[in-house]
Nanobody, 123 residues
Framework: QVQLVESGGGLVQAGGSLRLSCAAS????????MGWFRQAPGKEREFVAA????????YYADSVKGRFTISRDNAKNTVYLQMNSLKPEDTAVYYC????????????????WGQGTQVTVSS
């Protein structure tokens, strides 16, 4: 079992930055690939970024490539999402998720999810 708790969301102006954190507990964090997903009002949840257990491989949705950076610190059992050059269309609830093995851009393979943190970008 893995428990995930996101933090770092908030209200920011367009062009600003936020760093989301996802703290994991309950199992060996380094066994898990981690993903970030988001869900905007009235829309389906979508993939944002993912990182391999070692941190050596990452993948991003086209919509955030070049603006967002996913990273992890296995010693702190934490994965991060640095979000720069934020746009109003980035407004959503952001979720982190964990799965054994290689990461996925689909939410189905992920076994564990956090409760989400709200990110609101004003224009």
């Amino acid at each position: 079992q893995v428990q995930l708790v996101e933090s770092g969301g908030g209200l920011v102006q367009a062009g600003g930055s936020l760093r989301l954190s996802c703290a994991a507990s309950g199992s060996t964090f380094s066994y898990y690939a981690m993903g970030w997903f988001r869900q905007a009002p009235g829309k389906e949840r979508e993939f944002v970024a993912a990182i391999r257990w070692s941190g050596g491989s990452t993948y991003y949705a086209d919509s955030v490539k070049g603006r967002f950076t996913i990273s992890r610190d296995n010693a702190k059992n934490t994965v991060y999402l640095q979000m720069n050059s934020l746009k109003p269309e980035d407004t959503a609830v952001y979720y982190c998720a964990a799965k054994r093995g290689y990461f996925s851009i689909r939410e189905g393979p992920y076994d564990y999810w956090g409760q989400g943190t709200q990110v609101t970008v004003s224009s």
